[in-house]
């Protein structure tokens, strides 16, 4: 069953301006990831929040995390056309053995362009 | 930086042959995950392996088994691929830190865009 939902699916703006992508899920989680994929390649991992961390940086990455909402986003301030590409939420759960099973949204396309 | 790779970019195989997909981590990780990518479904889980030796059911293993015979290296098998097993497979890998509540990200490879005729 999917567990992270991505809002919008696709959005498109121009260099410069800020993206917001929102990420929905169902159960409680051990942490939420987003990771980033250009096309046709592997996902790269952008950031990690834990349950009970609510906001985290990393560079022009600002990540929140709302546990009672069951919600997360991200924000990418001053976006550039290299930051075209699709990005993914996922949520993670602890497995026996150690370590985090995760489960994908469906992901949101970002375009941004010149 | 930790490298994860899959042996082949494409692959095209019949209907009823037995493929192999194989993927191979430099960074000692204990844990190894095979996912593939749908449009519209995005990543689902197949299989995934917390050691040598181990592994442990996904999502959606109908149809595929898993090999991992030695650390570093973890297969994928379609016993007898069908058209619906036309995918890109993506593999991952993430390290056990010990903690209760790990917190540690996945590394993928580059993935193999796979195609049964």
């Known amino acids: 069953s999917q567990q992270g939902e991505e809002d919008p699916q696709a959005l498109s703006i121009q260099e410069g301006e800020n993206a917001t992508m929102n990420c929905s899920y169902k159960?409680?989680?051990?942490?939420l990831q987003w990771y980033r994929q250009n096309s046709g390649r592997g996902l790269v991992h952008l950031i990690l929040i834990r349950s009970n961390e609510r906001e985290k940086h990393s560079g022009r990455l600002r990540v929140t995390l709302d546990t009672s909402k069951k919600s997360s986003s991200l924000l990418i301030t001053a976006s550039r056309a290299a930051d075209t590409a699709s990005y993914f939420c996922?949520?993670?759960?602890?497995?026996?053995?150690?370590?985090?099973?995760?489960?994908f949204g469906t992901g949101t396309q970002l375009k941004v362009e010149l | 930086d930790v490298k994860v790779t899959q042996s082949s970019r494409y692959l095209v195989k019949r209907t009823g042959e037995k493929v192999f997909l194989e993927c191979v981590q430099d960074m000692d990780h204990e844990n190894m995950f095979w996912y593939r990518q749908d449009p519209g479904l995005g990543l689902r889980l197949i299989y995934f392996s917390y050691d040598v030796k181990m592994k442990e059911k996904g999502d959606i293993p109908e149809g595929y088994s898993v090999s991992r015979e030695k650390k570093e290296r973890f297969s994928l098998i379609l016993e007898s691929a069908s058209t619906n097993q036309t995918s890109m497979y993506l593999c991952a890998s993430s390290l056990y830190d010990g903690e209760e509540h790990s917190n540690q990200p996945q590394h993928f490879g580059d993935g193999t865009r796979l195609s049964i005729l």
């Open positions: 996922a949520t993670a759960l602890l497995f026996t053995g150690g370590g985090n099973k995760l489960t």
């Open positions: 159960t409680s989680i051990n942490n």
